[in-house]
């Protein structure tokens, strides 16, 4: 059983960054490739970035390409979204997920590929 807790969410102005966390409690995290998800009111829930088990791959949505960042740190069991030059419209609650996606490719896209999920971190943007 794989229990992910993300922190780091809060009200920034447009221009601004943040760093999302997503702590995971379970001994094979460098087992399982890991995203980001967001959804706004009244919307679905779409993909953001996911980043290989190993760290060497990386996919990101179009929509924040160049803007935000997705790493993680197996020893600490932890992967992060640093968000740079954020938007009105990048404001949405964040889902941290892990599933085991191996190669990470285009299916990481889909949600339904991932078996393990938080409880989301809420990020406002002003403008």
């Known amino acids: 059983h794989v229990q992910l807790v993300e922190s780091g969410g809060g009200l920034v102005q447009a221009g601004g960054s943040l760093r999302l966390s997503c702590a995971a409690s379970?001994?094979?995290?460098?087992?399982?490739?890991m995203a980001w998800f967001r959804q706004s009111p009244g919307k679905e829930r779409d993909f953001v970035a996911a980043?290989?088990?190993?760290?060497?791959?990386?996919y990101y949505a179009d929509c924040v390409k160049g803007r935000f960042t997705i790493s993680r740190d197996n020893a600490k069991n932890t992967v992060y979204l640093r968000m740079n030059s954020l938007k009105p419209e990048d404001t949405a609650v964040y889902y941290c997920a892990a599933g085991l996606i191996i190669p990470l490719g285009s299916r990481c896209e889909d949600e339904y590929e991932y078996n393990y999920w938080g409880q989301g971190t809420q990020v406002t943007v002003s403008s």
């Open positions: 980043i290989s088990w190993s760290g060497g791959s990386t």
């Open positions: 379970v001994r094979t995290f460098s087992s399982y490739a």
